[in-house]
């Protein structure tokens, strides 16, 4: 029945079912759009939302913190009105507030110190009114020190959307930095006590690049340079410079200027080194040294070496010079004559040992039983020998030389040798005599003592010994004759006035008149003296014991 009331119906009005057909196919479709729209809208919120999440995050991720004054977009004329604050979470960790994320401006202010909370002050004011950026360092009442950076956010329409302080922790940065400025203040001292060191130094110190110009030099270096030119000695010392750098070794050389009107030595040097640590690039360092008084003493010293040698080579010893090297270095006529050497042969065989060699084959040398070790022994004594050393060389053929061995100025030895064989003999021969004489004076039964012009006892006999038991080590010593009067002393321990018998019996002995006289000793011995004055001046003095009183 329904059907066929709406079938009626429909075929009573089809227009008028059309007409609603249309009308609710076209609610259809506006609803359609209108839900795709909604999705759209949806969709663009959610990442309109992420965006902003995101952004946030970004900022809570930085390691500044920061506080932010945010401006309502409908905000025209009104600065102030509608103004909100946000702090960051890094802040609120960084002061360590207690308010976090709620804390407001002046809260952060009271982490500072009074003057500096001001200045922060005054400069947010000018930022919020004016958009004056500024960036200041502060100090934190907990010590930890900040960096804070006011910037205005704008959009491109010019609208203000915030004013942002940001706070960057610098305190690690800080210590660094007050390290740093440490190290640069003590490097810079270094540098200045250097400069000092090089600039008093009392003659020119120059340094030299790889490609030989001067890089720099001390205060002395400029009282050295001619007016017009800015090196001292010109290329001379140029040329030096690049010897020592293409050798990479120090050299030296003895330059001549004049200084004031005067003329001067001065000895330069210039010792190189790796510019910058590059092993390829030599540069050089140059020092010039007034050695003027130096070279007037070596200038004396060569006259007189010179006048010396003429000496030696003019004296009848033969004189000798062996250097440090043991080459022979100056020799005189006697030294030729004295070893029977060739005229060429000092120049053939010009060291120690070759002239040893040569002594030895021809049996000049003393006999020894192991020639290399005295050879060897004769080398050592070039460095041995610091003083003056005398020694006596009996040489085969019966000769006895008289050598002297003395340090060279120059290093080496300098040898003299004497000829000594006749003196030698003339003193055995005076020591025979002498010898001789004793044993005729111990031959004679009288006490005999022989004073020499000097007075002090020369000689005397066993007879003496025996008379007055004298002490022959004290006799050995040449004591005079009133010292050996004292040892005789207890002989005349009955004498009461032993001051005066002493004087009366050295003027009989060395008055020229005396004739005898007698002593009479305690022990009651008689002992005859007599005294007699011998040609060379010599006093003899006789003694002879009598019978007993």
Same mark, same amino acid.
Request: hydrophobic share 35%.
């Given at each position: 029945m329904n059907s066929s009331l709406l079938s009626d119906m429909f075929f009573a009005a089809p227009e008028l079912w059309y007409s609603v057909f249309?009308?609710?196919?076209?609610?259809?479709?506006?609803?359609?759009?209108?839900?795709?729209?909604?999705?759209?809208?949806?969709?663009?919120?959610?990442?309109?939302?992420?965006?902003?999440?995101?952004?946030?995050?970004?900022?809570?991720?930085?390691?500044?913190?920061? %506080?932010?004054?945010?401006?309502?977009?409908?905000?025209?004329?009104?600065?102030?009105?509608?103004?909100?604050?946000?702090?960051?979470?890094?802040?609120?960790?960084?002061?360590?507030?207690?308010?976090?994320?709620?804390?407001? %401006?002046?809260?952060?202010?009271?982490? %500072?110190?009074?003057?500096?909370?001001?200045?922060?002050?005054?400069?947010?004011?000018?930022?919020?009114?004016?958009?004056?950026?500024?960036?200041?360092?502060?100090?934190?009442?907990?010590?930890?020190?900040?960096?804070? !950076?006011?910037?205005?956010?704008?959009?491109?329409?010019?609208?203000?959307?915030?004013?942002?302080?940001?706070?960057?922790?610098?305190?690690?940065?800080?210590?660094?930095?007050?390290?740093?400025?440490?190290?640069?203040?003590?490097?810079?001292?270094?540098?200045?006590?250097?400069?000092?060191?090089?600039? !008093?130094?009392?003659?020119?110190?120059?340094?030299?690049?790889?490609?030989?110009?001067?890089?720099?030099?001390?205060?002395?270096?400029?009282?050295?340079?001619?007016?017009?030119?800015?090196?001292?000695?010109?290329?001379?010392?140029?040329?030096?410079?690049?010897?020592?750098?293409?050798?990479?070794?120090?050299?030296q050389k003895n330059i001549y200027l004049n200084q004031n009107g005067e003329h001067r030595c001065f000895e330069v040097t210039e010792t190189p080194f790796h510019y910058e640590q590059d092993l390829d690039r030599i540069a050089t360092v140059g020092t010039m040294v007034d050695i003027s008084n130096l070279d007037n003493l070596r200038r004396n010293l060569k006259q007189n070496q010179n006048a010396h040698l003429e000496i030696l080579a003019s004296l009848g010893t033969a004189i000798s010079v062996f250097d440090a090297d043991y080459k022979l270095v100056f020799y005189n006529q006697a030294f030729v004559l004295l070893w029977q050497l060739d005229e060429s042969w000092p120049e053939e065989?010009?060291?120690?040992?070759?002239?040893?060699?040569?002594?030895?084959?021809?049996?000049?040398?003393?006999?020894?039983?192991?020639?290399?070790?005295?050879?060897?022994?004769?080398?050592?004594?070039?460095?041995?020998?610091?003083?003056?050393?005398?020694?006596?060389?009996?040489?085969?053929?019966?000769?006895?030389?008289?050598?002297?061995?003395?340090?060279?100025?120059?290093?080496?030895?300098?040898?003299? %040798?004497?000829?000594?064989?006749?003196?030698?003999?003339?003193?055995?021969?005076?020591?025979?005599?002498?010898?001789?004489?004793?044993?005729?004076l111990n031959n004679i039964e009288e006490a005999v003592l022989i004073f020499a012009s000097n007075g002090r006892l020369q000689f005397y006999n066993q007879a003496y010994v025996n008379l007055w038991d004298a002490d022959e080590v004290m006799l050995q010593k040449e004591p005079s004759f009133a010292e050996i009067l004292e040892t005789q002393k207890i002989f005349f321990n009955r004498v009461s006035d032993w001051e005066e018998l002493k004087r009366d019996i050295l003027n009989h002995i060395f008055s020229s008149t005396t004739e005898a006289f007698s002593l009479n000793r305690g022990d009651g011995v008689r002992v005859e003296c007599f005294s007699s004055l011998l040609s060379n001046e010599s006093i003899m003095v006789l003694m002879n014991k009598s019978s007993s009183i």
């Open positions: 249309a009308v609710f196919l076209v609610l259809i479709l506006w609803s359609a759009t209108i839900y795709v729209r909604l999705l759209q809208e949806k969709r663009k919120n959610y990442f309109i939302r992420r965006d902003r999440d995101r952004y946030e995050e970004t900022l809570y991720a930085s390691r500044d913190g920061y %506080f932010a004054f945010i401006y309502p977009d409908d905000r025209v004329n009104d600065m102030v009105s509608g103004v909100s604050e946000r702090c960051s979470r890094r802040l609120a960790v960084l002061l360590n507030l207690s308010g976090g994320v709620e804390t407001s %401006f002046a809260e952060v202010l009271r982490g %500072f110190y009074k003057d500096d909370a001001d200045k922060i002050d005054k400069y947010v004011t000018l930022l919020k009114e004016d958009g004056v950026s500024f960036e200041d360092r502060f100090d934190l009442k907990n010590g930890r020190k900040l960096v804070l !950076n006011g910037v205005r956010i704008s959009g491109m329409d010019g609208s203000v959307y915030s004013d942002i302080v940001w706070f960057r922790d610098i305190s690690y940065i800080a210590v660094k930095i007050d390290a740093l400025q440490k190290e640069k203040k003590e490097a810079q001292r270094r540098e200045q006590d250097l400069k000092d060191l090089v600039d !008093n130094l009392p003659y020119p110190v120059w340094m030299r690049l790889p490609a030989s110009e001067i890089k720099i030099t001390n205060r002395k270096y400029w009282d050295y340079v001619n007016s017009g030119s800015s090196e001292i000695g010109g290329g001379e010392i140029k040329k030096l410079s690049a010897q020592a750098r293409d050798a990479n070794k120090v050299r065989h010009s060291t120690y040992g070759a002239f040893l060699d040569y002594l030895r084959e021809h049996r000049l040398l003393p006999e020894v039983p192991d020639y290399p070790h005295f050879r060897s022994e004769e080398h050592k004594m070039f460095t041995a020998v610091t003083a003056p050393k005398e020694d006596l060389l009996h040489l085969p053929d019966g000769r006895s030389l008289r050598r002297i061995r003395a340090p060279h100025l120059k290093g080496g030895l300098i040898f003299a %040798f004497e000829d000594i064989t006749d003196r030698l003999t003339a003193r055995r021969d005076y020591n025979a005599l002498m010898n001789v004489q004793q044993e005729i």
